[in-house]
């Protein structure tokens, strides 16, 4: 576990070489101050509302950031009317629920699962690979027969709205990931989800407790009627989440293959280390993702959520229709995050 965290630290001190003169120019003095006594809890999505909620109870009894983000992402994670989370989410173009999960610390520690399938709570699978293995990745069988190990409960999660969901879909078996797009849910004449799905999927979720320490977690039952095995951003560090307890933390969500390609929370927050506020972090992030394919990023939605140190935040996306909720001692948000396009 130490030489892993120490790789992971040297690594992240050579990254910034490889960000821009420009931006080194925008250097600020670091790590940020902690902001102590003053906790608080971001997430991705209208729905992070509820998982805020639940953080904040850990987090407003003095609790430690960890078990808030384990605590928050699980009320999506067990929502059966949450299509893009967890339980009751759509399936595979198999029509198989499989689920992805990451989580990470204030130490570098880290762990995650993709593609696992009848387990409701996916993220605490991977607090487990995080704690009880020297591993930070398993998949698929391997996660299910650990997680079963474990004391976990197997059960179906392909409810019967997404099962009848999943059925019509195959009548066309039209597959086309577009994302939200102005927040609206495409009609049926040009919905390529039948019954208007609103694709947009995953939760990500950061916090800062009462010491000032962050983690973050982020799970999804990814794109619906994917192939199977598919797996996005979500559930992989430096891409779908990332913490850097001596700067800050960030979460995406949209379409993960556009996030993989850059490694996008991890560059939000080597953005955030050279001065960066964490909104302008992040549309630097999502204006890399137009500068790689211009054409391409115009038909997807990307979004990039960010929390620094000094308890700042901030989003970008890459269409409008991005939201996120924010829970502190001082107020309790649901904010439209800003676009590029």
């Known amino acids: 576990m130490s030489t892993r965290r120490k790789f992971l630290r040297s690594s992240v001190a050579g990254s910034a070489a490889v960000l821009s003169g420009q931006s080194l120019l925008a250097m600020?003095?670091?790590?940020?101050?902690?902001?102590?006594?003053?906790?608080?809890?971001?997430?991705?999505?209208?729905?992070?509302?509820?998982?805020?909620?639940?953080?904040?109870?850990?987090?407003?009894?003095?609790?430690?950031?960890?078990?808030?983000?384990?605590?928050?992402?699980?009320?999506p994670e067990a929502d059966e009317s949450n299509q893009s989370v967890g339980y009751g989410g759509l399936p595979d173009r198999d029509g198989r629920v499989t689920l992805d999960a990451c989580i990470m610390d204030e130490q570098y520690n880290c762990g995650s699962v993709m593609c696992l399938e009848h387990i409701m709570h996916p993220i605490s699978v991977a607090r487990l690979v995080m704690e009880k293995t020297p591993h930070v990745v398993l998949v698929g069988d391997g996660a299910l027969q650990f997680a079963l190990a474990n004391g976990f409960k197997k059960e179906n999660l392909l409810t019967p709205a997404s099962e009848k969901a999943w059925k019509e879909w195959l009548k066309t078996s039209k597959y086309e990931p577009l994302m939200n797009i102005e927040n609206k849910l495409y009609n049926k004449e040009n919905d390529p989800m039948p019954g208007g799905i609103n694709n947009h999927d995953t939760i990500g979720l950061l916090a800062m407790d009462t010491n000032g320490q962050l983690s973050g977690a982020c799970t999804t039952s990814g794109?619906?009627?994917?192939?199977?095995?598919?797996?996005?951003?979500?559930?992989?560090?430096?891409?779908?989440?990332?913490?850097?307890?001596?700067?800050?933390?960030?979460?995406?969500?949209?379409?993960?293959?556009?996030?993989?390609?850059?490694?996008?929370?991890?560059?939000?927050?080597?953005?955030?280390?050279?001065?960066?506020?964490?909104?302008?972090?992040?549309?630097?992030?999502?204006?890399?993702?137009?500068?790689?394919?211009?054409?391409?990023?115009?038909?997807?939605?990307?979004?990039?959520?960010?929390?620094?140190?000094?308890?700042?935040?901030?989003?970008?996306?890459?269409?409008?229709?991005?939201?996120?909720?924010?829970?502190?001692?001082?107020?309790?948000?649901?904010?439209?995050?800003?676009?590029?396009?």
């Open 223 to 341: 794109m619906a009627y994917k192939l199977h095995g598919r797996v996005g951003d979500s559930p992989i560090i430096g891409a779908g989440l990332y913490v850097d307890n001596e700067v800050g933390a960030a979460t995406s969500t949209g379409v993960g293959e556009e996030v993989i390609r850059i490694v996008g929370s991890h560059l939000v927050v080597e953005l955030m280390r050279q001065g960066h506020k964490p909104e302008a972090a992040c549309k630097k992030a999502v204006e890399r993702i137009i500068s790689r394919s211009p054409e391409k990023a115009k038909q997807v939605q990307v979004g990039f959520l960010a929390i620094n140190k000094k308890g700042e935040f901030g989003a970008y996306a890459l269409q409008p229709g991005f939201t996120y909720a924010v829970k502190s001692g001082k107020e309790e948000t649901i904010y439209k995050g800003k676009s590029i396009y």
């Open 28 to 75: 600020q003095e670091v790590p940020y101050p902690v902001t102590k006594g003053n906790p608080i809890v971001i997430s991705t999505w209208d729905f992070g509302k509820a998982a805020n909620a639940e953080a904040w109870k850990i987090l407003s009894a003095g609790g430690r950031a960890l078990d808030a983000v384990e605590a928050g992402v699980k009320v």
